[in-house]
């Protein structure tokens, strides 16, 4: 009897270890719903809307149980790293001269392990605000609410719904693990590479850094993600691949280091990191980027992968070694046109596939839809997004030609007036 008792009582607590430990659907529902609502109207950086998000990050990683770090060697210890920055007049101004020294504010927690690594779990909550700095994809965005749930309330709520399952998986102490969440990102990373520039934890304790921005919206049917940094270390990839054998992901690596998130600050500073993405949409800085639309139990999926990813890197016997990586080739083409699609960056077949249509644009009146892939422009062929840019650069405005595109597996050609 004693011992049925004895494996009852096992049995009891595994399943409550269990329970403990699995990743929420609802909390991270409920945190994109708060950060992604209306009252933050959009958490443009350097708002009080944004720090009212930032105070409700703190909160979450105080009751998580989660350590402030002081700010410098005299100051307390706080939840907040806040800087300075000016904002530029528009986004594709390269001086921010004459412009006022505005505040805004990183939000860290750490979770000390006691353990000789330290690893990052970071993504940026600032977003568009009311549309009035010149980035949104709205054709008239001023005083509209951005409410940036993908982009990236998703990767916010990842960061906390992790903090909140680590913190209470007390069977894990590989790791201590700095929870970032990071402010100023869609100015250009000023968030992130304010902290790496001047941190208030050593980055030579840094093992690796973990990054999610948008990992809202997979799609139930592709179910592609796409990873980038893979390269930024060689253990990255056999990982990776290891882990996605419990997964039904179709993932898509990306080597580079470099890309438009905030990653690329910790890799600058030759820090092994990843950056998981579910891809961009025809919401994609846009008021309609909205709560509504996010496949929760998708992105619940996603932090799964990266719990397992995590523990596999505590199973390693070589420590992460970082290895730079080749520079994403930069577009220097100039051009006078735009189609008006969005591109389906997850997609790795031939030609580009479209994810979006813009109104009133020249792919809307020739009759391109949403999941048309586009083969040929013109004359030009097109194989990829590169090629897909360049050939845009030798076409001039009101200039007439053929599109081709496959539809449904049949190849489609349309008139097209630019």
Request: net charge positive; proline share 5%.
């Amino acid at each position: 009897m004693k011992t049925i008792l004895k494996s009852i009582a096992i049995i009891a607590l595994s399943y409550q270890h269990l329970f403990c430990q699995n990743i929420s659907v609802s909390e991270i529902q409920k945190h994109i719903t708060y950060l992604a609502s209306d009252s933050l109207k959009g958490r443009g950086t350097g708002t009080s809307e944004e720090k009212l998000a930032a105070h409700y990050i703190a909160q979450q990683f105080k009751k998580y149980g989660l350590l402030p770090l002081p700010t410098s060697p005299k100051n307390k210890p706080s939840y907040f790293y806040e800087f300075t920055f000016k904002k530029k007049r528009h986004p594709h101004d390269t001086s921010t001269k004459g412009m006022p020294e505005l505040k805004a504010i990183n939000v860290i927690g750490f979770l000390n392990n006691k353990a000789e690594r330290t690893i990052v779990i970071g993504a940026h909550y600032d977003h568009l605000g009311l549309g009035h700095d010149h980035n949104s994809l709205d054709p008239s965005p001023e005083g509209k609410i951005h409410n940036g749930a993908d982009d990236n309330a998703s990767g916010t709520a990842g960061v906390l719904e992790l903090a909140r399952y680590f913190s209470q998986n007390k069977q894990f102490k590989k790791y201590n693990i700095l929870f970032m969440a990071f402010s100023g990102e869609e100015l250009g990373l000023i968030g992130s590479k304010k902290w790496t520039e001047n941190p208030n934890y050593p980055l030579n304790k840094i093992y690796y850094m973990i990054n999610m921005d948008m990992i809202g919206r997979l799609n139930d049917s592709t179910k592609k993600i796409v990873i980038y940094g893979v390269g930024t270390s060689n253990q990255w990839v056999p990982l990776i691949d290891s882990v996605s054998k419990n997964f039904s992901f179709v993932i898509k690596k990306d080597s580079s280091g470099i890309g438009p998130s905030d990653q690329t600050s910790f890799y600058l500073k030759d820090i092994p990191v990843l950056h998981f993405f579910t891809g961009q949409h025809s919401d994609y800085h846009k008021p309609s980027d909205d709560a509504d639309k996010i496949n929760y139990k998708g992105e619940a999926m996603i932090l799964q992968f990266i719990v397992q990813l995590i523990e596999k890197t505590a199973q390693q016997s070589a420590p992460m070694q970082f290895q730079k990586t080749a520079a994403p080739k930069e577009n220097k083409v100039a051009f006078k046109v735009t189609l008006g699609i969005m591109p389906d960056y997850t997609y790795d077949g031939k030609g580009v596939k479209v994810d979006g249509v813009a109104p009133n644009k020249p792919a809307e009146k020739a009759g391109i839809q949403k999941g048309d892939i586009i083969i040929q422009l013109g004359e030009y062929p097109i194989s990829n997004i590169e090629t897909y840019m360049q050939t845009l650069s030798k076409f001039e405005k009101n200039q007439s030609t053929k599109v081709k595109i496959i539809r449904n597996n049949k190849e489609v050609e349309l008139d097209l007036v630019f």
